[in-house]
């Protein structure tokens, strides 16, 4: 079966997205005026520190999709929900990696695009370990409640930028009234 780079990129980064902070914001400007200043100067100091400034974005990256990579999450939902009524929903995240530890996690469901949990945080996952997650979800409307998966978040190792991805779980749910 021939590689083909299209689905294969498409498969690992549909549902990931990377968005700067304010020190990553910070840090970029200051990146331009070394490289700026680099070049109006021509020493090699100058170059020096902005490759490795630029290299520290770089390992950013990586670190940050490394932590995301090969985690398993899964959603247990009781069977009954009744409206203004709080019920324990629990997570359950798995790393399946077998040497790397995930550092600095943050985790949210998340209903039609919009969050509706508090922000539960995992500070370090071990390879191969499991974390239980629980939070009160509280309905407001009866009828149908449709869960549509769990977004996962890392700003880790630097805080340059957080990287996202999101773990799709349809679950539809009953609220009774």
């Not at 689905?7 to 020190?23: D, L």
């Not at 200051?30 to 100058?46: D, E, Q, R």
């Not at 996690?105 to 949990?117: E, Q």
């Amino acid at each position: 079966m021939p590689f083909q780079l299209p689905t294969f990129a498409h498969r690992v980064f549909r549902y990931r997205s990377t968005r700067i902070t304010s020190e990553g914001l910070q840090f970029l400007i200051f990146v331009l005026a070394i490289g700026i200043a680099a070049i109006n100067t021509g020493n090699n100091l100058f170059y020096l520190l902005l490759a490795m400034m630029l290299s520290l974005i770089l390992i950013s990256g990586v670190a940050a999709e490394y932590c995301l990579r090969r985690l398993e999450v899964r959603r247990h939902l009781p069977d009954l929900f009744f409206i203004n009524t709080p019920v324990t929903t629990a997570i359950v995240v798995k790393n399946r990696k077998s040497r790397l530890t995930s550092f600095s996690l943050r985790l949210c469901d998340v209903s039609d695009d919009h969050v509706i949990s508090p922000l539960m945080e995992i500070r370090a996952l071990p390879p191969g370990e499991s974390r239980l997650l629980s939070y009160q979800l509280t309905p407001i409307r009866r009828g149908r409640l449709r869960l549509s998966g769990v977004q996962i978040s890392t700003e880790f190792p630097f805080g340059l930028f957080t990287k996202r991805t999101c773990f799709p779980m349809e679950d539809m749910v009953l609220v009774c009234p």
